[in-house]
């Protein structure tokens, strides 16, 4: 079992950034693949970015030059820093752990976007 919270969201104007983190806990030596998602009110649950392992990123094209995903493995926390923000980056965002025992899913943090 891999436990995750996040933590971060919040209320911010277009244009602004956030830092969105996600602590792992438990078996978290078979994990090889974290990532963001988000899931808008009415709309499908859909990749931000994810980070394997080995350090290899990959990005939504909605997202690529705006938000950037790192880990720190040390603290067995993954980060996504969000800049230049719009109104329709607005959303619940959630970290999804991917193990050799099967995918695990934090409860996500609401980020909304708005003046």
């Known amino acids: 079992q891999v436990q995750l919270v996040e933590s971060g969201g919040g209320l911010v104007q277009p244009g602004g950034s956030l830092r969105l983190s996600c602590a792992a806990s438990?078996?978290?030596?078979?994990?090889?693949?974290m990532g963001w998602y988000r899931q808008a009110p009415g709309k499908e649950r859909e990749l931000v970015a994810d980070i394997t392992s080995g350090g290899s990123k990959n990005y939504a094209d909605s997202v690529q030059g705006r938000f950037a995903i790192s880990r720190d493995n040390a603290k067995n926390t993954v980060y996504l820093q969000m800049n230049s923000l719009k109104p329709e980056d607005t959303a619940v965002y959630y970290c999804k752990a991917t193990s050799t025992y099967g995918s695990y899913w934090g409860k996500g943090t609401q980020v909304t976007v708005s003046s």
């Open positions: 438990g078996n978290i030596y078979s994990v090889y693949v």
